[in-house]
């Protein structure tokens, strides 16, 4: 007889990463009684407490990565001169703070100024957020492109700590709903907000690292084609410098069914992998198809899952694309097809140029790439990346590189350091290695930060 196990609080557990002890052996047997608040005493004495202790470890850890002089060295020409008393590489600097700290607005920085080490890490002085903002209205298309390169390198540099063997390119849109009249806001896809005006970013990244690795903030009224051909080149030529003896494969969705895309990925001699455009003639092919195999059955020994090859081809497709269909009876998500009377199937269908691999295993690849969806979540609701500070659309797009920058050396920071902590997104992350209390102590040998002994922050850094 197999004895049960009981699965342990996955409350319990953060709870315990995040320090807290609990009394004995875990068992508290005793009725606990609420004490009065009215009978705790509050004395405002205290002028060197932060709640924020864990941006002091990680801003020693980017300075060590070069971080902050590469900073310096690609945008301190957009603010020159004699008078200037708010560099800009300080200036993104404490955008970087300020996000890591949870503020998805520049607003955001009002709040923060009342912490010792924030304004410390600031400089001292913490600037009015007109500075700012004026300050993000700065970046021209060469600012962006030199930002833009540097998200990119530290999302390599991610994928460039162990040899890989396979490397999958996600990409992927998403939608920025608007309500303001932001430069470039337009109406355009958005499956939520109907006619709604948004920006619509791309996005890419390397699912064995779960690092972002090229990004872009478009227009509202921009969809995915051919137009964006030269992103997913860029993004297919870094990471065959990163991995150079990995197979790449590109996934994208439905939007992936283009000729030119088709044709740059296979020209660079990488493996693409999307969903078909269900046009007639290939919804006829796929109705009438033969030859279907089961891979799967319920309990009662029925095909519960199908899958075949379609003989179809477009006359603009490169060569040796593989159509393969699969049909099953779960209610899985994503768009799905009925196309048998009597028979309770839907059907999903891929393309590949994939030339070996069975049917079932493109199937379960290109599912793989349901991996970028919680990413996206997390650099929009985590990282703030679905706000946007401004009306210019040059100082939105710098704002985006700059969140995206930090949630690539958050994951750097996270895997050196506190690697059994990689599978937490932002929030919890946060919680743990950033939203610290702490005092600030200063004498004459320096200033120390003291935190809890218990804390995460502590039991690494000890």
């Known amino acids: 007889m197999t004895k049960r196990r009981h699965t342990p609080s996955t409350s319990k557990v953060r709870r315990r990463e995040l320090g807290f002890k609990r009394k004995g052996d875990g068992r508290h047997q005793e009725r606990i009684r609420r004490p009065d608040p009215c009978r705790i005493h509050i004395e405002p004495t205290e002028k060197n ?24 060295r690609s945008f301190s020409r957009l603010k020159t001169g004699r008078s ?46 007109d500075t700012v903002y004026r300050d993000l209205c700065r970046f021209d298309e060469e600012s962006l492109e030199a930002l833009h ?28 709903p608007l309500f303001g009249t932001q430069e470039g806001a337009l109406p355009g896809p958005n499956p939520r907000y109907h006619g709604r ?36 080149e860029e993004c297919i030529d870094r990471a065959r410098a990163a991995a150079p003896s990995a197979v790449i494969y590109v996934r994208i969705d439905g939007a992936g069914d283009c000729s030119a895309l088709m044709h740059a990925v296979a ?37 519960r899952r199908q899958v075949t090859e379609v003989p179809f081809r477009r006359s603009d497709w490169p060569d040796g694309v593989r159509v393969i269909a699969v049909r ?56 703030g990346c679905g706000r946007v500070p401004s009306h210019s659309f040059n100082a939105n797009h710098a704002a985006l590189l700059l969140k995206l920058l930090t949630a690539n050396l958050m994951r750097r920071y996270v895997l050196e350091h506190v690697p059994h902590l990689a599978s937490w997104r932002t929030p919890w992350l946060r919680r743990a290695l950033i939203l610290v209390p702490g005092r600030l102590a200063r004498s004459s040998r320096g200033t120390k930060l003291h935190v809890p002994e218990r804390s995460q922050l502590a039991r690494w850094l000890n």
């Not at 540097?150 to 920025?176: N, Q, S």
């Not at 078909?276 to 195999?293: E, I």
């Not at 768009?335 to 999903?348: A, F, P, R, S």
């Open 328 to 383: 099953t009876r779960d209610r899985e998500n994503g768009k799905q097809i009925y196309l048998w009377e009597g028979l309770d199937y839907t059907v999903q269908v891929f393309l590949t140029n994939e030339p070996v691999e069975a049917p079932e295993d493109v199937a379960a690849r290109y599912d793989l790439r349901a991996g970028i969806e919680p990413l996206i979540g997390d650099v929009k609701h985590g990282w």
């Open 197 to 232: 005006p948004s920006y619509h970013p791309i996005l890419a990244r390397i699912a064995e690292a779960d690092a972002i690795v090229g990004a872009k903030l478009r227009p509202g009224d921009t969809s995915f084609g051919e137009a964006d051909v030269p992103f997913v």
């Open 49 to 72: 407490l932060t709640g924020v202790a864990g941006l002091a470890p990680f801003g020693a850890f980017i300075r060590e990565l070069g971080v902050d002089a590469a900073l310096s």
């Open 149 to 176: 390169r540097m998200v990119v390198d530290h999302g390599l540099a991610l994928v460039a700590r162990r040899k890989h063997r396979f490397v999958h390119i996600d990409v992927d849109t998403t939608v920025e």
């Open 84 to 129: 200037v008393v708010y560099p800009m590489a300080a200036q993104m600097r404490l955008l970087m703070d300020s996000a890591l700290a949870g503020e998805e607005r520049v607003f955001g920085i009002e709040a923060l100024a009342v912490d010792p080490l924030f304004v410390r890490l600031a400089g001292g002085v913490v600037p009015s957020i």
């Open 267 to 303: 020209v660079k001699g990488c493996f693409f992998l999307t969903k078909a455009r269900m046009s007639p003639d290939l919804v006829g092919m796929v109705a009438h198809a033969t030859g279907w195999r089961t891979i799967d059955r319920d309990a009662d020994g029925r095909p």
